[in-house]
């Protein structure tokens, strides 16, 4: 196979969640199964509805019973992988059929416990078809199918007694080895080597057969002889039949089961975000209502404080909770007070209004009261908790 552009993969997963680690799988994957190749194609769902998906089309090599074969297999991928496990199909060749069970349905789909678990990182394509070769190494998931045989040459029903099961003889068959391939175990073809008897495998025992078991002295066969190996032969392949659907059913089962304890669980987080949300509303609505109530106590406070403003006294509004901030308060008014009229002693000793003599005297009395001012203001307010102001 020929290499794959990582460009080219990329451009094609446009449309993907996790592009980048999707295209990291897949490289890792075809470069160490070359017969895998990526193919971008519709998907229908069992709903009816279609998606365009990438695939993983190709064989896998696994071992059986000391062979090698070739098992053809397609994997989807979902637009949401790796988070999400692949659809995993078994695709037989015109020559094969599929063999169902646990872990492969009539319709090719492959279960797998390694599927069923998938959790991102952990799984990975790469993973997952080892978990496919051992699987299908203990139980393939197809056979080849059985070629049309010509059907068997008649023998003679009357004539001379066949020496092939004369007593104590060797079988000798004038037709060669049993070309029967979907013959029944046990039936005693004549001549044919392919189902021994009890006695080896090449002849029948000393013991003379009776009326009802083996062919008759005359060549033929009885008809008890056909009905026992005719019931036996199909209730062997019904019990077989029966066993692969329970099997199956068993597996489906299960997997309802997982699926239904997984939706319980959903069930219960969904109801409890739920029940959450319905809390979260109810705080929502009263906190809308509380704000509603404020937003009126404002307005009509608004609404009152602009009717009287024309009236409203500053030492009357501004009115402090504590004597001790009372006390802040007159001390810092009265500091800046201070500090203005020392500026305006400037400004008058500049102008000549007064003469320096004057302006020394007042700021040396000023200066003092301002700096008793400040030393009880700084002791109030440490006392009040609050941070230094100068």
């Known amino acids: 196979m020929a290499v794959v552009n990582e460009g080219a993969l990329k451009k094609m997963l446009k449309q993907y969640k996790y592009r980048d680690l999707t295209v990291r799988e897949i490289t890792n994957v075809i470069s160490q199964y070359k017969d895998l190749k990526p193919v971008m194609d519709a998907y229908v769902f069992n709903d009816g509805s279609t998606r365009d998906l990438m695939s993983l089309t190709g064989t896998v090599p696994v071992s059986y019973r000391g062979n090698v074969y070739n098992i053809p297999v397609c994997l989807w991928l979902l637009d949401t992988y ?15 059929m599929i063999k169902t069970g646990k872990h492969i349905d009539a319709n090719g789909k492959i279960y797998l416990p390694y599927l069923h678990e998938w959790k ?34 008649a023998f003679q029903a009357t004539g001379p007694p066949n020496q092939s099961y004369m007593p104590g003889m060797p079988a000798v068959s004038p037709y060669g080895p049993n070309p029967n391939p979907g013959g ?4 005693p073809y004549p001549g044919g080597p392919s189902y021994p008897s009890t006695a080896g495998p090449g002849h029948y025992g000393s013991q003379t057969p009776g009326p009802a078991v083996g062919p008759n002295r005359d060549g033929t066969i ?29 597996a489906e089962l299960d997997a309802l089961k997982r699926t239904e304890e997984d939706l319980k669980k959903g069930h219960q987080k969904l109801e409890e975000m739920v029940s959450r949300l319905d809390q ?10 509380l704000l509603k109530k404020k937003d009126e106590e404002l307005s009509e406070a608004l609404e009152k404080m602009e009717n009287q403003s024309e009236n409203n ?22 500091e800046n007070a201070i500090e203005d009229t ?14 320096l003599e004057v302006f020394l ?7 003092r009261k301002q700096f008793q001012l400040r030393a009880l203001m700084q002791k109030a307010r440490k006392t009040a908790g609050l941070s230094d102001l100068y």
Not at 280 to 289: C, F, G, S
Not at 361 to 367: A, C, Q
Request: glycine content about 4%; overall charge negative.
């Open 82 to 96: 790796p988070y999400n496990p692949p659809i995993c199909f078994v695709k037989p060749t015109s020559t094969m």
């Open 120 to 153: 991102h990182p952990q799984s990975d394509l790469y993973g997952l078809i080892q978990v496919m070769i051992v699987v299908f190494g203990e139980e393939p998931p197809v056979f080849s199918r059985p070629t049309t045989q010509p059907p068997y040459q």
């Open 184 to 187: 029944y175990p046990g039936y």
């Open 222 to 250: 009885g008809e008890d002889t056909i009905r026992a190996s005719l019931v036996s032969a199909v209730s062997d392949k019904l019990r077989w039949r029966m066993k692969e659907e329970m099997d199956r059913a068993q």
């Open 280 to 289: 979260e509303v109810a705080e929502v609505d009263r906190n809308i209502e």
């Open 313 to 334: 006294d500053i030492d009357d509004v501004i009115v402090p909770t504590a004597p001790l901030y009372k006390q802040i308060l007159n001390l810092y008014a009265e």
């Open 342 to 355: 020392i500026f305006y002693l400037g400004e008058a000793l500049r102008r000549g209004v007064i003469d």
């Open 361 to 367: 005297k007042h700021v040396r009395l000023l200066s």
